[in-house]
């Protein structure tokens, strides 16, 4: 019989391995009791905290350190114990984002470290092409105006063979740009520019008038350098890191929707 795909997310098989757990330890008696007097330290737990110890100052612990290791385990676990039995993890909502947070990551945990094969690294390259794109570059000139009619009165007078260094009002503004990417048109000249330049073709006669935020422009676009795609081996990494990020993505929202789906929820109007 063929399961529902539910049951292969990440998070469902946490979760059920949880219970596991806790039907495990209550068999055994209150082991998992955080108001319990009893710390067992025993070997498995020394050995990760000297694991722990030894991935961050690439040696092992000595005796003694490993003996302070094991005190501050036993500190935090007995502050931990006695702020669960008071209650104080009930209404504090940073501890409450902070287990929101590691039950999200638990649902992508396998995706962080899930190497893909390169036909599913080129299926998504193929499909999400755009994502990897270069740059449009765009050269031109601008003349600025403070309002419109001024400037529809300079582009007259650039029709009619005044030299552009002649035409216009005084500004903090480039008067040309060389290949600039989008991101440092929109910087210089605002989102509104941006906008309107892409609807230019580039020829070497002027145009406009063109709107931004600081008035007016007429513009001459001398070139236009649309995004070149890149070939698959040249963004394989990238690629790689767009999969994985929209795949933890995915697999979080799906994970959470299995939980959402079994809770019934009623919020007073």
């Known amino acids: 019989m063929k399961l529902p795909g539910w049951t292969r997310e990440p998070l469902v098989h946490f979760l059920v391995a949880g219970a596991l757990v806790f039907a495990f330890f209550a068999l055994r008696g209150n082991e998992v009791d955080p108001s319990s007097r009893v710390i067992s330290v025993d070997r498995e737990v020394q050995a ?5 110890f030894e991935q961050m100052m690439s040696r092992p612990p000595t005796d003694s350190e490993l003996a302070g290791l094991v005190e501050n385990y036993v500190h935090d676990e ?10 104080f993890d009930r209404d504090d909502a940073i501890v409450r984002r902070r287990l929101a947070q590691k039950m999200d990551m638990a649902a992508s945990a396998r995706a962080e470290t899930e190497m893909p094969s390169e036909n599913t690294l080129k299926a998504w390259y193929a499909e999400h092409s755009a994502k990897f794109a270069e740059e449009t570059r765009y050269s031109f000139d601008q003349i600025w105006f403070s309002d419109e009619s001024a400037a529809k009165a300079g582009l007259a007078r650039l029709n009619s063979g005044t030299e ?10 480039p008067k040309s740009l060389e290949r600039e990417d989008r991101d440092g048109v929109a910087n210089t000249f605002g989102e509104r520019f941006l906008e309107a330049i892409d609807r230019l073709k580039p020829v070497s006669a002027w145009q406009g008038p063109v709107a931004s935020g600081l008035g007016w422009h007429l513009v001459r676009l001398r070139k236009l350098e649309p995004g070149r795609i890149p070939p698959f081996e040249a963004v394989r990494n990238d690629v790689e890191n767009d999969w994985r990020s929209a795949t933890i993505a995915d697999r979080r929202a799906k994970a959470y929707q299995v939980l959402r789906d079994a809770y019934r929820v009623e919020i007073e109007q």
């Open 78 to 87: 007995i502050l931990y114990r006695e702020a669960i039995r008071l209650g």
């Open 48 to 52: 990760q905290i000297a694991l722990g």
């Open 164 to 173: 552009p260094d002649k035409v216009g009002e005084r500004i903090s503004l």
